[in-house]
């Protein structure tokens, strides 16, 4: 395989993860949305409803930040990463 | 004082500007002091404002095309994060956000998660791609990518209804706040909306616009969070409101068990002006079905990987490494105005309906509430009503009606806050409406301008020509904008939603499938685009004209349906027809490394 071809199979990969995390807090808890309500959440809120306040919105903004940097070793690591710039 | 290059000196020029704001803010609460009158704050809010951002407009006026369409490629990530932020939050998010999870909860708040989960796949699928293209616009990856003028027309077109449908009601929600603010009627309050809009976008395009939004976001942001954190500590609800509510949300819980949901009859609601809604739904309980929430949620984040002037914030980044963790500051600049909008719900309700608060409306006398100094104010803006129904003398929860404007706009004044805020949420909502307006305009008149009039029509015009065709489309779609906005044909959030559903229908997978399925052809994306946008647009129709709909999929929605067309069709077609050739092959693969050159060169 060619190093290119490395490379994207290592972005397609982290692509996955990073879509099963993303489909996890943004449809796969809301099918339990009722059930999850019972439950207290983070600083006394009922679950869902924290989720849907600040619980997915946070851990969206985290994942893109984990993503990205994830997506930057990889690019490193094949020596794709664009030089002298952020 | 600022030496050297400007882009260096950004910390310190926004730095200077927050604090003169907030000196401006103090200024006008000692004028308030002093005897200014509400009106006087409010005027002084909007011009003060909106003059500073004409100045930017001014400053940043260009004669280049990399600078006019892609801000030069040299905007830093944190300021494209609150560039992209204020285009993104719109006088939707700003004015009716709060609103609408105020009178809906649960099932509203799947707008929350939607318009926040999208970036996920902005981030992971599209951006840093469409970065290393080297587009100026959506279209010219589209068409570049797929190859033939007809490709990049439909995508043209796609662009064209989506971002035009949003935009009228951009210009309707500045027109509404210049209307109110200045004190004129709306139908000209909407073109002095629209001058302020195009002062922005005129000279400087992209680097015009990139600046003044950064420069709005800082008002609408300010704007937002100090009323919230003024009133929940006035009201004793906790220093930090988004930590500390879970009492307040329990206590709504706790009333809204004590009164009931009563349902009125047809007859009495004929009473209530048209547009005010009583709360009829759990505050924090799951209020809607789980498909219901999802569907919403999944169509709202589809829309936003599709929406362009979205995604052509991520064009002015210095590189694709920069345009990756730009989404994430964007996003991040967002949470802080989204994971407010739940908090001020909640204390608005409950400074409302709370019966021990001396706040609280209802259990007191009609005739008590209707001699309040506020509720008489807001009655006569059409944004309050109270009616005894039940003929009993007291309020009942079903019989207070509101806007959902007024939960924004009204709550200051009802927790007893000075004038100054109302001033201050007005110049807010005004930064929201027109930092999103200038993006929508921006996209279509440049997709038009370089896409249709310099790809297609006239390839050889020079770059003098091409800006000024450029500003001419500028001026031209935002008068025929204003003009569709004056006529208030439908409310700012059902033609924002649909603008996200068309936005989805005809652009998400051609857009997707570009990057990620070198097997995508012409033909396929074609087909995907018109199968999907006429799909979609159809089925919008059908539901709006008495259509039963299917699998639950409503007219907030119809872009599930649309894009789920234009997945077939294009898999389809293009499995059908030929492969695309080597050079197109080539040229997806380097897309999908971010070292080395641009496809597209700088100045094309």
Same mark, same amino acid.
């Given at each position: 395989?060619?190093?290119?071809?490395?490379?994207?199979?290592?972005?397609?990969?982290?692509?996955m993860?990073?879509l099963?995390?993303?489909?996890? @807090?943004?449809i796969? *808890? %809301?099918? &339990?949305g009722?059930?999850?309500?019972?439950?207290?959440?983070?600083f /006394?809120?009922?679950?869902?409803y924290?989720?849907?306040?600040?619980?997915?919105l946070?851990? @969206?903004?985290?994942? *893109? %930040?984990? &993503?990205?940097?994830?997506?930057?070793?990889?690019?490193?690591?094949? /020596?794709?990463?664009?030089?002298?710039?952020? | 004082?600022?030496?050297g290059?400007?882009?260096?000196?950004l910390?310190?020029?926004?730095?200077?500007?927050?604090?003169?704001?907030?000196?401006?803010?103090?200024?006008?609460?000692i004028?308030?002091?002093?005897?200014?009158t509400?009106?006087?704050i409010?005027?002084?809010?909007?011009?003060?404002?909106?003059?500073?951002?004409?100045?930017?407009g001014?400053l940043?006026?260009?004669a280049?095309?990399?600078?006019?369409?892609?801000?030069?490629?040299?905007?830093p990530?944190?300021?494209?994060?609150?560039?992209?932020?204020?285009?993104?939050?719109?006088?939707?998010?700003?004015?009716?956000?709060?609103?609408?999870?105020?009178?809906?909860?649960?099932?509203?708040?799947a707008?929350?998660?939607?318009?926040?989960?999208?970036?996920?796949?902005?981030?992971?699928?599209l951006?840093?791609?469409?970065?290393k293209f080297?587009?100026?616009?959506?279209?010219?990856?589209?068409?570049?990518?797929?190859?033939?003028?007809l490709?990049?027309?439909m995508?043209v077109?796609?662009?064209?209804?989506?971002?035009?449908?949003?935009?009228?009601?951009?210009?309707?929600?500045t027109?509404?706040?210049?209307?109110?603010?200045?004190d004129?009627?709306?139908?000209?309050?909407v073109?002095v909306?629209?001058?302020?809009?195009?002062?922005?976008?005129?000279?400087?395009?992209m680097?015009?616009?990139?600046?003044?939004?950064v420069?709005q976001?800082i008002?609408?942001?300010?704007?937002y969070?100090?009323?919230?954190?003024?009133?929940?500590?006035?009201?004793?609800?906790?220093?930090?409101?988004?930590?500390?509510?879970a009492d307040?949300v329990?206590?709504?819980?706790?009333?809204?068990?004590?009164?009931?949901?009563?349902?009125?009859?047809?007859?009495?609601?004929?009473?209530?002006?048209?547009?005010?809604?009583?709360?009829?739904?759990?505050?924090?309980?799951?209020?809607?079905?789980?498909w219901?929430?999802?569907?919403?949620?999944?169509a709202m984040?589809?829309g936003?990987?599709?929406?362009?002037?979205?995604m052509?914030?991520y064009?002015?980044?210095p590189?694709?490494?920069?345009?990756?963790?730009?989404?994430?500051w964007?996003?991040?600049?967002?949470f802080?105005?989204?994971s407010?909008?739940?908090?001020?719900?909640?204390?608005?309700?409950?400074?409302?309906?709370?019966p021990?608060?001396?706040?609280?409306?209802?259990g007191?006398?009609?005739?008590?509430?209707?001699?309040?100094?506020?509720?008489?104010?807001w009655?006569?803006a059409?944004?309050?009503?109270?009616?005894?129904f039940?003929?009993?003398?007291?309020?009942?929860?079903?019989?207070?009606?509101?806007?959902?404007?007024?939960?924004?706009?009204?709550?200051?004044?009802?927790?007893?806050?000075?004038?100054?805020?109302?001033?201050?949420?007005?110049?807010?909502?005004?930064?929201?409406?027109?930092?999103?307006?200038?993006?929508?305009?921006?996209?279509?008149?440049?997709a038009?301008?370089?896409?249709?009039?310099?790809?297609?029509?006239?390839?050889k015009?020079?770059?003098?020509?091409?800006?000024?065709?450029?500003?001419?489309?500028?001026?031209?779609?935002?008068?025929?904008?204003?003009?569709i906005?004056?006529?208030?044909?439908?409310?700012?959030?059902?033609?924002?939603?649909?603008?996200?559903?068309?936005a989805?229908?005809?652009?998400?997978?051609?857009?997707?499938?570009?990057?990620?399925?070198?097997?995508?052809?012409?033909?396929?994306?074609?087909?995907?685009?018109f199968?999907?946008?006429?799909?979609?647009?159809?089925?919008?129709?059908?539901?709006?004209?008495?259509?039963?709909?299917?699998?639950?999929?409503?007219q907030?929605?119809?872009?599930?349906?649309?894009?789920a067309?234009?997945?077939v069709?294009?898999?389809?077609?293009?499995?059908m027809?030929?492969?695309?050739?080597?050079?197109?092959?080539?040229?997806?693969d380097?897309?999908?490394?971010?070292?080395?050159?641009?496809i597209?060169g700088k100045?094309?």
């Open positions: 395989m060619s190093k290119q071809e490395q490379h994207w199979e290592k972005s397609k990969g982290l692509l993860v990073t099963a995390i993303w489909f996890v @807090f943004s796969g *808890i %809301f099918l &339990f009722a059930e999850m309500n019972e439950v207290t959440g983070p /006394g809120y009922p679950l869902t924290w989720f849907t306040c600040q619980g997915s946070g851990i @969206f903004v985290i994942l *893109i %930040f984990w &993503f990205a940097n994830r997506q930057e070793k990889i690019d490193e690591e094949f /020596g794709f990463s664009e030089r002298g710039d952020d | 004082m600022i030496k290059n400007f882009i260096d000196n910390p310190k020029v926004y730095g200077i500007y927050t604090g003169g704001f907030l000196a401006f803010i103090i200024i006008m609460s004028g308030e002091q002093m005897g200014m509400a009106k006087v409010g005027i002084c809010f909007v011009a003060f404002t909106v003059a500073i951002y004409a100045i930017i001014y940043s006026r260009t280049q095309a990399d600078a006019y369409y892609v801000a030069g490629r040299q905007v990530t944190v300021f494209n994060g609150m560039a992209t932020a204020a285009d993104w939050m719109s006088g939707a998010s700003f004015v009716a956000m709060a609103g609408g999870i105020y009178f809906k909860g649960y099932g509203y708040m707008l929350l998660v939607g318009w926040t989960g999208g970036y996920v796949l902005v981030a992971s699928l951006a840093p791609y469409l970065r080297g587009c100026y616009t959506v279209p010219d990856f589209i068409g570049t990518r797929y190859g033939g003028n490709s990049r027309f995508a077109v796609v662009l064209t209804v989506a971002s035009f449908t949003y935009v009228t009601a951009q210009i309707n929600a027109g509404t706040i210049a209307s109110v603010a200045l004129i009627p709306f139908q000209y309050a073109y909306g629209l001058v302020s809009i195009l002062l922005c976008s005129m000279l400087g395009g680097r015009g616009v990139t600046w003044t939004q420069a976001y008002v609408l942001i300010i704007a969070l100090l009323p919230v954190f003024w009133i929940s500590n006035k009201m004793g609800a906790g220093f930090f409101p988004h930590f500390m509510l307040e329990s206590r709504i819980a706790e009333l809204e068990a004590q009164f009931g949901f009563v349902k009125n009859s047809a007859e009495n609601l004929k009473e209530v002006p048209k547009g005010l809604a009583g709360i009829t739904k759990a505050h924090s309980a799951v209020n809607a079905t789980p219901a929430f999802i569907s919403l949620a999944l984040m589809m936003t990987a599709s929406l362009p002037h979205v052509m914030r064009f002015t980044t590189s694709v490494k920069a345009a990756r963790k730009s989404v994430g964007s996003l991040f600049f967002i802080l105005l989204y407010s909008a739940p908090m001020l719900a909640t204390l608005s309700k409950l400074s409302l309906i709370d021990s608060l001396p706040t609280g409306i209802i007191k006398s009609i005739s008590e509430v209707q001699a309040i100094d506020w509720y008489q104010n009655n006569q059409n944004l309050m009503f109270v009616s005894d039940n003929g009993n003398g007291t309020l009942e929860l079903n019989e207070f009606f509101m806007g959902g404007k007024a939960v924004v706009l009204a709550t200051p004044e009802i927790a007893g806050l000075p004038y100054v805020i109302s001033g201050l949420v007005a110049a807010g909502g005004m930064a929201a409406a027109m930092s999103t307006a200038d993006g929508l305009i921006l996209a279509i008149a440049n038009i301008s370089h896409d249709v009039y310099y790809k297609i029509i006239d390839p015009a020079e770059t003098a020509k091409r800006l000024v065709v450029a500003r001419v489309l500028l001026v031209v779609i935002g008068f025929a904008g204003a003009t906005a004056a006529l208030e044909i439908q409310g700012i959030l059902g033609s924002v939603i649909w603008a996200f559903d068309f989805m229908s005809g652009l998400f997978f051609p857009l997707v499938l570009g990057v990620w399925w070198k097997r995508a052809n012409k033909e396929g994306a074609i087909a995907g685009m199968l999907g946008l006429v799909s979609g647009a159809a089925y919008l129709v059908w539901v709006r004209t008495g259509g039963s709909g299917f699998l639950g999929i409503t907030l929605t119809f872009g599930i349906f649309g894009s067309v234009s997945l069709a294009m898999v389809v077609v293009s499995l027809t030929q492969a695309p050739n080597a050079a197109t092959q080539r040229m997806v380097e897309v999908r490394v971010p070292a080395g050159k641009s597209l100045q094309h």
